[in-house]
């Protein structure tokens, strides 16, 4: 085995969930995705599909009118977006594996934006790349991006910055202008961007229908690769679907990489992401507003606990907060599953940068479940 995949550290969130395997007491919080299922009609078209016995093979990039489908969704929310630009995956983390692979080798060097979800700055790690970490820092209430310290690390050396936002964990979103000065500068440098967008609907600022994108001010030709997933904003996360949108004139190299790694993504779940897509005016903006009414319930709930820091996520689906006095993460969320019965991710599994922070995933069809898991965690820190 290599070295690079003996030393990959385990998911200390799994860690976590482990330790309440066989317990239907424990209010769990602790992976990133909603308790509600997916829509019926994504459902329905999923099984019309395989009634009609498409267990078949697709064309590496994915079904042309899926791809359309999603061009056409990403055009209305950012600008023209070319079909020829799509790549269906199987997964937003296939997708962020095959950015990586399409652009990095052994001894490259990756940008990343930290906290971030931990397989993110492992993918590049795997290809012998070297992973330079730029931390968020709380500032005022709001977790916040030091650009100047951000772009003096991206040089001419950098072939990739990795950045995610809406950021889980944290839920910071970049500003317009920090996109512009970003890309500018990697125009400059000739790096490439990898942009991680798959929260980019769970928006709660203002009445936009979307956090800002890079694509909302890119060219077709600029170096950037955006990621997407059908799991968040549809409520998919375990149909395993995905999209990029890349540059123009790269469909043949990524639709190389498709086949050497799931050859396409199956048929039927395909079919369930055009329904999704057919419905996201109606759902979506339902979905948004059920998630944010949850995450303010959550939010002031834990500002009210005494010794608790927490920012309001202007993105995502978690609240990241600290304890007064609980420094090790993941010590903390054991004990809060062993002892308390609820679930949370340590911070330090999204990094150095996480460690004594925790998160809370606040997507959760019946709020009262986060009144519960409140009045848990004021039972830990009253100890």
């Not at 500018?184 to 928006?203: P, Q, S």
């Amino acid at each position: 085995m290599r070295d690079a995949i003996q030393t990959l550290p385990a998911s200390k969130i799994r860690e976590v969930a482990n330790a309440g395997l066989g317990r239907d007491d424990v209010l769990a919080f602790w992976f990133g995705e909603s308790d509600e299922v997916t829509p019926e009609p994504v459902r329905l078209a999923a099984a019309r599909s395989l009634e009609a016995g498409e267990t078949f093979y697709s064309h590496n990039l994915g079904l042309p009118e899926l791809r359309a489908a999603i061009a056409a969704y990403a055009s209305a929310l950012h600008g023209p977006v070319d079909a020829g630009r799509i790549a269906v995956t199987s997964s937003g983390v296939n997708a962020l594996m095959l950015a990586m692979q399409l652009l990095v080798g052994a001894g490259d060097e990756v940008v990343a934006v930290v906290p971030v979800w931990p397989n993110l700055t492992a993918q590049p790690a795997i290809l012998g790349a070297t992973v330079t970490r730029v931390p968020l820092r709380p500032q005022g209430g709001r977790w916040a991006l030091d650009l100047d310290e951000l772009l003096s690390r991206v040089t001419e050396r950098s072939r990739v910055l990795l950045v995610n936002a809406p950021n889980n964990p944290t839920g910071w979103t970049l500003t317009r202008a920090e996109q512009q000065a970003i890309l500018a500068h990697c125009r400059k440098t000739g790096t490439w961007i990898v942009a991680d967008e798959v929260y980019e609907r769970l928006y709660f600022e203002g009445d936009a229908k979307a956090a800002p994108s890079f694509l909302d001010i890119a060219g077709p030709d600029d170096r950037l690769v955006v990621v997407h997933s059908f799991s968040k904003s549809f409520l998919m996360t375990g149909w395993r679907l995905g999209w990029l949108v890349l540059p123009a004139g790269h469909h043949d190299g990524i639709g190389k990489l498709l086949e050497f790694n799931s050859s396409c993504a199956p048929v039927f779940v395909q079919r369930g992401g055009l329904a999704a897509l057919a419905i996201a005016d109606d759902f979506v903006p339902g979905l948004v507003a059920r998630l944010g009414a949850c995450r303010d319930r959550l939010v002031t709930g834990l500002q009210a606990l005494p010794g608790v820091t927490v920012a309001t996520p202007p993105g995502g689906m978690y609240a990241f907060f600290r304890v007064e006095g609980r420094d090790d993460s993941l010590a903390f969320a054991k004990e809060l599953v062993r002892e308390h019965g609820l679930g949370l991710a340590p911070g330090a599994a999204f990094g150095s940068e996480g460690e004594g922070w925790l998160r809370w995933c606040f997507a959760s069809r019946d709020p009262a479940r986060l009144d519960a898991g409140l009045q848990r965690l004021a039972a830990a820190i009253r100890l």
